[in-house]
């Protein structure tokens, strides 16, 4: 059949020929053919029974492998149905995922959502998964996860390759497993909450304290450590330390003994420090807890409430205002002094804790509530404080004339506080302050000087006419449009143009100066009116303003100042004057008092007796003149400061007998005794000499000439702590008291019915004298009781401060 199958091509290829060799060939091919088509279809026979046993036997196989197949799937199915579980599988990394089993475990319907993760598991875990998984596809990374998931269950999530293929289970834990699991879960948090109470006991700056069935204390905080003193937790726990004293910890053992709970507050030392606990003890599953809490500052706050509760109801009792508290049921529940004293109601009556509407019916019998019409609607309008969610006020006009201020609170626990304020004296106050305040309003206007008044924001509040009519401003009333005080200056500024006193003025009223004080300064206008300014700052804030026209007294003042410039310079002629003339005539009296005693002692010739007593009365009057004028040089070297003291050690006895015996004559003339009186502890006296005999001499000479024959002049010095006191006394007619005020003045001379005769300087050179030295004069008349002066020297001199001015 092969070599007929392979001549084939050649028979078609040669089919032209058929026709010449047909007749030739035609018997032999015929045969031939025949012959090879037995043969084709014999061996196609045999081929065909041989291959189709063999394939019977293969489909037998097949159909056995694929029941074989089918069974171990059906197993597999039976297996993977048998726990809640999800396989996922790819084929390849872009391939679609394959999922078989059921989602429902996860809490996620459907088994394509088993990988949307973020469905039913935690977000962390969640985004962990994803990773995995690109990881398992790309790069064929296995991995192992256990989780929990929103609905509740633990899963397992194991990820591998198989055979090419990317593999992913999810399987829900169940059995022992999920309940070991759920446990270890458990006691994870167990654990972490146990920790964290632990952490936060030890904490705590209370102590705290655990003890076993016994008693014994098996755990300590720090601060318990500390509070028993205790270097450590473990070191108080081993020593049983005890934080209580022995009575709490005895009633603490009652209570463990009988299983219930121990609460108490007591005393203790903690830390060395007596202080006030609140403690807590209460059973526990392995024994019993303890916890104490630090109430000192709490005690003391409470103390110091009570105190300040007790401040403030004192404090109300002095208050004049009368004070009443009503309670939610509208009974008195509080009431000080002053209530009882502003509506004099029975003690009894108030300490029974009658209602608002009590106290209100029995003060309307009593007529001391306010005349109605309607008592009841009035009364039901008081009491709708009770209700009210703000304050309220009322005036109450009572019968006997008095004025009552009423504020009723609503308390926030409920209740009112009512005020009773006795304003009657207010009222009264305010009605004279009213009638004051018109009066004071109606006399500013009648003032004479001009007065503003500014506001702290330099606005006028005031003013009186002669403000405006002193300025010349026209306008009407200045305060109704209250200008500013720029305004006022610039309206003003006409008629003294000076900016100075203007800046100043301005400075004042708005209060740009650092301190507000007066100001003051004299106004010199343009029209020639002078003006007293003065700016006072007042309590309030504000400034007054006051123009007071003073033209006329400064015009009298200036004359008065020229006069008396005048009447200066005319005293310092006249000074100038007698200085000059007592000079001039001391040398010319010397000549006639050295001329005249020659005369007197006959030594150019002898004297008849008349003669010789006319040179006697010529050399006394000369020497009478020659005082006259050395007075009016010393008072003239005084005045212009020129006088020098030559100061020493003087005799006090010694200067009083010089200045006797230059008076021996006119005692003897006059008829009159000297009395010397020198205490012992007088001493020596820092003085000049001569200036003392001067001042000793003057006051004798007075003396002598205010006495009458007969009488008896006395001196007398004494020490008196740091003064030596010189005191010259007659028995005279005595010195009238408004004489006695001039007799120390210049050319003040006062013969008072007495012979003596002088020009008035004696007294005034002798005070000069004597305040040279630091001293003082004293002077003690009356008439007919004689005249007593006294020199007062300080016995050390005078003080270096006062002698270099």
Sequence with gaps: MTASIASAPAIAQDQWLVPMRLDIMSTGALSLTLTGLTVFATTTSLLYVRERARWQKREAKLAADLEAARSHQERLSILLGADPQVVVSWNGRDAQPVFEGDSGFLGAPGAALALAYGSWAAPADAKRLELATDALKERGEAFNVTLRSKAGPFIDIEGRPVAGRAVIRFREVTGERAQVMTLRGELERVTADHAALAHLLAGLPHPAWMRDADGRLTWVNAAYARAVEASDTTTAVKGGLELLDRAEREAATRARREGRSFAARA??????????????????????????????ELEAVRADLQRQMDAHVRTLDRLKTAVAVFDGSQRLVYRNSGFDTLWSLDAGFLDGLPTDGEILDRLRAERRLPELGDYRSWKAAAQAAYTATRASEDWWYLPDGRTIHVVASPNPQGGVTYLYDDVTERFTLESRFNALSRTQRETL?????????????GRLKLSNPAFAQSWRIQGGDLAASAPHIDEVIRLCRPLFPQDEVWSELHSVVTGVRDAREDYRSRMERRDGTVLDMAAAPLPDGATLISFADVTASVNVERALTEKNEALEKVSRLREDFVHHVSYELRSPLTN?????????????GPLNEKQRDYASHIVRSSGALLAIINDILDLATIDNGALTLDIQDVDVADTIAQAAAGLHDRLTDSRLELKVDIDPRTGPLRADGKRLRQVLFNLLSNAIGFSSPGQTVTVSATRQGSDVRITVADHGRGIPAEVME?????????????????VGLGLSIVRSIVELHGGHVELDSAPGRGTKVSAVFPAQGMPLSDAAE
């Design 267 to 296: 005393p203790a030392v903690v830390a060395g420090q007596r202080r006030t606990l609140d403690i807590v003890e209460v059973p526990a599953a392995t024994g019993f807890a303890g916890f104490a809490t630090d109430m000192s």
């Design 445 to 457: 206007d009648s003032l004479r000087e001009g007065v503003a008044v500014f506001g702290s924001d």
């Design 592 to 604: 006639i008092i050295g001329f005249a005693q020659l005369l007197g002692t006959e030594t150019v």
């Design 742 to 758: 001039k007799v120390f003045e210049r050319f003040e001379s006062h013969s008072l019915g007495s012979s003596h005769r002088g």
